[in-house]
């Protein structure tokens, strides 16, 4: 064993050899060094634990380890994949795409310095809360806007700002579990106000909330819009309004946390009902919340608009409010967004979310079709099936979009390793195993992805 360990050739012999000449030209001397004393130091506990037997003192080997390690270390971790499994507001891929007037704006503004704090006709300093408020009070009709780092920090702000010390009055049944283990009363506790829980899993009244703002020391009342989950059977809800009644009655504000943040009218996407911030508003809800890259189709933001100028006005001079603000990438995204709401037929087309959610099967199945063709020589086999896309990203559970996948299969490949294989890819094609076969939804593979998938699937093998 000690006779191996002295087979390593120096750090300076294996420098210095041919094979490091290129290394050595690409990189600098430091990087080159500590990834070659990596490399060394694990060949040496190969060699202890008795694992390694041949290729010691080949500084071949050291040098292509070296430049896979410095290749791996001096790129970003973050890459590019294409989601072929139809869950289109994926949260593990990234939520929402953005549209190419969003990423043309964020380019242009991030590259160069920006009116971000700054009245540029005053010549003096401006508010970054002011960028996107126009466009929120436009679209939802609210009074006050904010734009915050993501729906969860818009919550805690509200209650923070609007129940510090006080009870929120929740129904049982909108206790829900926001994704990645949050829970909205965690969520709640944080913010320092306190959860009063109302009615039951399946039933809350109108009588149980008013039982409860009635006694204790109530802040709020908060109606969180269950949008991951049905119940369904022996239930009641109260609605938006009668809470609003009830608010107004014995004087508390009524919060909606909407989730999804639809800024345009759901039958228009081939959605069921879903309530909107513009209608919440309509109702008399004094703040709403929701999501930037839910169905919104923008930037992580959490946007909250309000009926009145009040509680927004104390929220922007709330510490709090300067932790969980936004950068102009965000401002500057999630505006150029905003700005194709304005025409509904634009949105349509040009906001990847809901260019999706309304391809037609016919389109689908064409270019599922094209795919299907140009693949006829691959060695894997490609057939078109029919199946479903959702939502996803905590947004219309049960909901089902029927769409057209590619069922890819390998001879003597199972669908895992199969999967494996196209995750192992350069760009790597992620699919979904349903009834053991490896498919890939074309619902949310954008059409200029096309070509992509198809050299994904025509290398895959070789
Ligand atoms: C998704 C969701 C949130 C959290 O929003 P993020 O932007 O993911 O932080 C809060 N409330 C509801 C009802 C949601 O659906």
């Known amino acids: ?41 694990l060949l040496r506990n190969r060699i202890l634990s008795g694992e390694f037997q041949d290729m010691i003192g080949q500084t071949g080997a050291f040098a292509d380890s070296v430049r896979t390690k ?68 436009e679209l939802t009709g609210g009074k006050s806007a904010l734009v915050l780092n993501n729906g969860a920090a818009a ?25 990645g283990g949050f829970r909205i ?53 109260t609605s938006l ?30 959605l069921p ?27 992580q933001a959490g946007i909250l608009v309000g009926s009145g100028v009040h509680w927004v006005e104390g929220m922007q001079k709330d510490p709090l409010c300067r932790a969980l603000r936004v950068d102009k990438m965000t401002l500057t995204s999630l505006e150029a967004t905003l700005l194709l709401y304005r025409d509904p037929e634009v949105a349509l087309v040009e906001i990847p979310v809901l260019r999706m959610l309304t391809a037609s099967l016919d389109k689908l199945t064409e270019r599922a079709t094209v795919l299907a063709e140009a693949l006829i020589d691959a060695a894997v086999d490609v ?10 990203g905590g947004t219309f559970p049960g909901f089902e979009i029927p769409s057209i996948g590619l069922v890819i299969e390998l001879p003597g490949c199972t669908p895992n390793r199969l999967s494996d294989k196209l995750r192992g890819l350069p760009v790597p094609l992620v699919g979904r195993v349903e ?15 096309d070509q992509q998938v198809m050299e994904c699937l025509s290398i895959s093998l070789t």
Do not use: W
């Open 1 to 41: 064993m000690n006779d191996k360990l002295r087979q390593i050739p120096s750090i300076e012999l294996i420098m210095q050899s041919d094979h490091f000449k290129e290394i050595l030209r690409d990189h600098s001397r430091s990087l080159v060094l500590s990834a070659l004393q990596e490399e060394i130091e």
């Open 383 to 392: 057939n078109l099936k029919e199946c479903f896309s959702v939502m996803g």
């Open 435 to 449: 009834k053991d076969k490896l498919l890939i939804d074309l619902r949310t593979i954008l059409e200029e992805q």
């Open 273 to 299: 009902p879903e309530p909107t911030p513009k209608e919440s508003l309509n109702q008399g809800a004094d703040i709403v919340i929701f999501s930037g890259d839910k169905l919104l189709g923008g930037p």
């Open 185 to 237: 009363p965690e969520i709640l506790e944080c913010s320092g106000a306190r959860l009063t829980e109302v009615g039951s899993t399946n039933r809350t009244r109108i009588e149980d909330y008013r039982e409860a703002a009635e006694n204790g020391d109530p802040g709020l009342i908060l109606k969180v819009h269950r949008s991951n989950f049905n119940i369904t059977g022996f239930t009641e809800e």
């Open 70 to 137: 410095l290749r791996d270390s001096t790129r970003i971790s973050l890459c590019e994949i294409l989601n072929g499994t139809g869950v289109i507001l994926h949260t593990n891929l990234g939520r929402a795409i953005l549209s190419k007037y969003a990423l043309e704006a964020m380019n242009s503004i991030s590259g160069c310095y920006s009116n971000l704090e700054y009245d540029v006709n005053k010549g003096v300093r401006g508010s970054r809360y002011d960028h996107c408020s126009r466009l929120l009070k």
């Open 241 to 270: 309004a009668s809470l609003i009644d009830l608010g107004k009655e014995v004087g508390l504000p009524v919060v909606h946390d909407l989730g999804s943040g639809l800024l345009l009218d759901p039958s228009l996407l081939g």
């Open 155 to 179: 919550l805690v702000m509200v209650l923070r700002s609007m129940a510090l010390d006080k009870e929120v009055l929740v129904s049982r049944g909108e206790l829900v579990e926001i994704g």
